[in-house]
């Protein structure tokens, strides 16, 4: 989408001018790029008169996401946020290492293996799984699963920046996320429910997976994500460009879940260039 206007009317759409940091910055017409949580604009300079801004709008079908009552009566207080990303995914990114490495320190610093129970989005799963009648020591959730190897010393594992993003986010507030591949969801509704006895699920690098009594969420096809592991059919790849990921409130903090979905928006686009929307549910 490109819209055109002339110089003398942006000079008093002031609203621009933040994009920029300063007034004089958007009047003087730098060339520039500033992202928003729906779509980027691009400044550039044509011929002293005019402006052309290039609107790069997020183009992915919000999905209709639902708490089932099995959910809802196992965690009345459950919070979920939802991110929609489009980006290019890279294999590895340095800078985004170095955040995580000094995460994982901060951690350190203040928790040991003995004490993550008592972080709330850790404690409020395992109960969620008490809840639904799984056993959260035998079938860890993925949050505690990436805490409690930062804190044993062992070394994070690094899969895509898309994915590291996530485990960034996962250690910075102790919930457990779901990433999928937002090209691989068959159908318009996602379905957060509890597992049946003998429903098949793939997990990521780990096989067949019990997930009887596991809150999992489902699409047209079945099961695509559950806090212990995710689904291989959905999981996201380099060739990954559009991305769905889910945060796990079952401690029902509201304002904890906005800024958690506030920190990760930024995330994907300070280390991927990502075109970021948010929302709860």
């Given at each position: ?103 994982a320190?901060?951690l ?5 293996v003995d ?41 994070l594992w690094a899969?895509n920046?898309?994915v ?40 990521i690098g780990?096989?067949t ?31 990954t ?41």
């Amino acid at each position: 989408m490109v819209i055109i206007l002339a110089t003398s009317v942006l000079r008093n759409f002031q609203p621009f001018c933040g994009f920029f940091g300063s007034e004089p910055a958007a009047r003087t017409f730098h060339e520039g790029q500033c992202a928003s949580p729906a779509f980027t604009v691009s400044f550039h300079k044509l011929r002293q008169k005019y402006v052309i801004l290039h609107l790069k709008v997020l183009c992915m079908e919000k999905k209709t996401l639902v708490v089932s009552e099995q959910i809802r009566s196992a965690c009345p207080g459950f919070v979920g946020g939802a991110l929609y990303a489009e980006f290019r995914n890279t294999e590895y990114c340095e800078a985004l290492w170095d955040e995580i490495r000094a995460k994982a320190a901060d951690l350190k610093s203040r928790h040991t293996v003995d004490t993550i129970k008592h972080i709330s989005g850790i404690e409020a799963t395992r109960k969620v799984y008490k809840a639904c009648g799984k056993d959260p020591s035998r079938y860890r959730p993925s949050n505690e699963q990436l805490v409690r190897r930062i804190l044993q010393g062992k070394e994070l594992w690094a899969v895509n920046t898309a994915v590291d993003i996530g485990n960034l986010v996962s250690i910075g507030y102790g919930y457990s996320v779901g990433c999928f591949d937002y090209d691989k969801i068959d159908g318009g509704c996602i379905t957060l429910g509890v597992g049946l006895a003998g429903e098949p699920y793939e997990g990521i690098g780990r096989g067949t997976l019990n997930i009887e009594g596991m809150p999992v969420y489902r699409d047209a096809a079945g099961g695509i994500g559950t806090p212990t592991s995710d689904n291989e059919r959905t999981k996201m790849s380099l060739s990954t460009t559009r991305m769905l990921a889910v945060v796990n409130g079952y401690d029902g903090d509201a304002k904890k879940i906005d800024e958690c979905l506030e920190f990760m928006a930024e995330a994907y686009k300070k280390y991927l260039n990502a075109k970021c929307e948010t929302t709860k549910f």
